[in-house]
Structure formats: structure tokens, C-alpha cells
């Protein structure tokens, strides 16, 4: 698990504009291609999260992974 701290999740949430399910303007797809980038299906069981929303699926990737992985991803967002 990725040590994020809830200031830290609620920053993140708010710039990546995940308050209505979405993640930035991200479709399945493209969503799904950015983080195959990394080596990560996005859409994996383990990281499915309540709904099943892409935000949804972005909480659970920060809750299963590691720091690095996790803020190398986070990085990669921002730019």
C-alpha cells in the first residue's frame, strides 16, 4: 500500500477531478493504455474499489501498490 496521507489523497483527487468518477478526461481506453505503460492493467480485479469507476479504480491501484510505483504513476498524471 502506498503511503498516502488523506491531504495528500484529497490534493490528488481534486487535481486529477475525480469527484464525478472520472479521472481527468481519460475514456476506458486511454486510461487503460496509460497505465499499461507502466506494466499495470488498470482494470484488474485487485484493484477494483466500490463502483468500479475509473476514480474508483485509481483509489484502489494507490491502495494496492507500492510508494514507487504509485507516485511514478502520479508523476506521469501531472505532466
Known amino acids: 500500500m502506498a503511503n498516502l496521507s488523506i491531504t495528500e489523497m484529497q490534493i490528488l483527487e481534486k487535481l486529477f477531478q475525480m469527484g464525478s468518477g472520472y479521472v481527468l478526461n481519460f475514456s476506458d481506453r486511454t486510461m487503460g493504455d496509460f497505465f499499461s505503460s507502466f506494466g499495470i492493467n ?38
Do not use: C, H, M, T
Open 42 to 79: 488498470i482494470y484488474d480485479e485487485k484493484y477494483k474499489y466500490r463502483s468500479g469507476s475509473k476514480a474508483n479504480y485509481l483509489r484502489g491501484f494507490w491502495q494496492q501498490e507500492e510508494d514507487v510505483l504509485v507516485w511514478e504513476s502520479i508523476l506521469n498524471l501531472v505532466e
